[in-house]
Each structure stands twice: as structure tokens, then as C-alpha cells.
């Protein structure tokens, strides 16, 4: 069955590696990722992962399609990707000393076209960030293009006191939810 990762990160590939996955093809889809107004962190990773799979099943009719999307949520507020040290510096101490949720919701689409979902709720705690400490992590540029700021595969790991949840969900894909996904839509794996 062939298997097309529906992502352009290179975490979500060497992710799936881990469990024994390698994907006949990577095909990133370009969707809309702007929250609707009032939409919560949970619905709205849980709608970008079903765009993501579905764009790039329209093009590839027959294959298995995985897609994942990873969202930094304090309370009801999304939190961006931060682009700019300003965001992420925003990020960093909104989320210093207190616990958030990340949400990695997947959505596995089958030769049939059944697209199956699974959410992955988990907490990180960050210590109380000084400014120093900011201002490190900020020159180790890590922070860019990463939900809330911060990427837990790297330095901030230091900086994090606790996880409640799953690693690999927390870094872009839930390991345990993708496989069950992948072994109930008939991929072969162990
Ligand atoms: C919280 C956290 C986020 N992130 C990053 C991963 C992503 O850059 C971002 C979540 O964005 P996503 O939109 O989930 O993924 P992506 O844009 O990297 O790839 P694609 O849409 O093509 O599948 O947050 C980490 O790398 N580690 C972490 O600990």
C-alpha cells in the first residue's frame, strides 16, 4: 500500500521513522492555516490536519494519506508559529512559569478515502523563564517557525520542568496514534 506523508517537516518524516514507517512519498499541502474567529486550539489543529490530508488526497487517488498539525494553546488563545524574535519573545513569556497544552491532531486518509482523526492532547510546563534565559534561547534562532516559540527537540528542553502527555506528539506527530491509525486502515506494520 503506498503510504504519502501529506507534510513538509522533515521532524514528522524522521518521527515516523522511528516507529519503522518510511513513506513512499512526501507531498506538503498548502492550506489556509488561519484560525476562524473564536475557533477553539482543538478544532482548529483537528481542521488543518483533515485540509492537509485532503489536498493532497485529491491529487493522489489510492494511497494512504498522513497528515499531522501541531497547535501551542494557553487557554482558548492559539498561539502563533512565531516568525519574529518579537513573537516569539511574546510566546516565551506568556508561557514562562506555567503550564499550556500542545495539541497534535492527525488525520489518516485510506485507499477507500476514509479519512480517519485522532487528537493528542498533552501539557508542558516551562519554569520561570528569566530574562536571560529568553534572551538565549532567543539567539539560538531555534524558536523560528515553531508553534509557540519553542521547539522541546531542542535547548528548551532545559527550560521545560514537566510533560504530561506524548514527546513525539509534542514534536509534531503522535507516535502511539499513528500507528494504531496506520494499522487500522491495513498498512503493514509490526
Ligand atoms: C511545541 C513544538 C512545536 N514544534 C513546531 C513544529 C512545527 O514547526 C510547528 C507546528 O506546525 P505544523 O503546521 O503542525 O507543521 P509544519 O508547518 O512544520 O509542517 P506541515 O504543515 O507541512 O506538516 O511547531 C516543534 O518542532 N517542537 C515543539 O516542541
Known sequence: MRLILASASPRRLALLGQIGVAPDAVAPADCDETPRKGELP???????AA?????VAARHPGALILS???VVAA???ILPKAETEEEARACLTLLSGRRHRVLSAITLIDAAGKARHRLSTNIVT????ERSEIDRYMASDEW???????????????L????QGSHSAIMGLPL?????LLKAAGYAID
Open 144 to 158: 523560528r517557525g515553531k508553534a509557540g516559540g519553542y521547539a522541546i527537540q531542542g535547548r528548551a528542553a532545559g
Open 160 to 163: 521545560i520542568r514537566a510533560i
Open 51 to 55: 485540509d492537509k490530508a485532503a489536498i
Open 42 to 48: 482543538s478544532v482548529y489543529a483537528a481542521r488543518v
Open 68 to 70: 499531522g498539525d501541531t
Open 176 to 180: 502511539y496514534e499513528t500507528r494504531t
Open 75 to 77: 487557554g482558548r488563545r
Open 126 to 129: 516551562f519554569k520561570p523563564l
